[in-house]
Nanobody, 123 residues
Framework: QVQLVESGGGLVQAGCSLRLSCAASGRTFSSYGMGWFRQAPGKEREFVATIRWSGGDTIYADSVKGRFIIFRDSDKIAVYLQMNSLKPEDTAVYYC????????????????WGKGTLVTVSS
């Protein structure tokens, strides 16, 4: 059974950095696309970034391009989201997702989801 477990969220000040981790287990992910999404209070879940596990190709939402970096560690079977120059508008619950499609920027294109980790950015 596929499990995705996020960690690394917390409260930080604007301008600071934070790294989220997603530990993946339950199958081989070499044919998967991995994604990060976020959901702010009262808003819909939105795409943040995705990476092709095999090859490492990446795509970012315009709102985070140049500030966030998605990368994976095949040995640890984990995906990370390095978030730099954080803004208050980055405050949200961040979710890790896995699916067979790449590129995929819609939540419905992902089959597996973690439970999320909360990131709060204060001004």
């Amino acid at each position: 059974q596929v499990q995705l477990v996020e960690s690394g969220g917390g409260l930080v000040q604007a301008g600071c950095s934070l790294r989220l981790s997603c530990a993946a287990s339950g199958r081989t992910f070499s044919s998967y696309g991995m994604g990060w999404f976020r959901q702010a209070p009262g808003k819909e879940r939105e795409f943040v970034a995705t990476i092709r596990w095999s090859g490492g190709d990446t795509i970012y939402a315009d709102s985070v391009k140049g500030r966030f970096i998605i990368f994976r560690d095949s040995d640890k079977i984990a995906v990370y989201l390095q978030m730099n120059s954080l803004k208050p508008e980055d405050t949200a619950v961040y979710y890790c997702a896995a699916g067979h499609l790449y590129p995929a920027a819609l939540a419905g294109q992902y089959e597996y989801w973690g439970k999320g980790t909360l990131v709060t950015v204060s001004s």
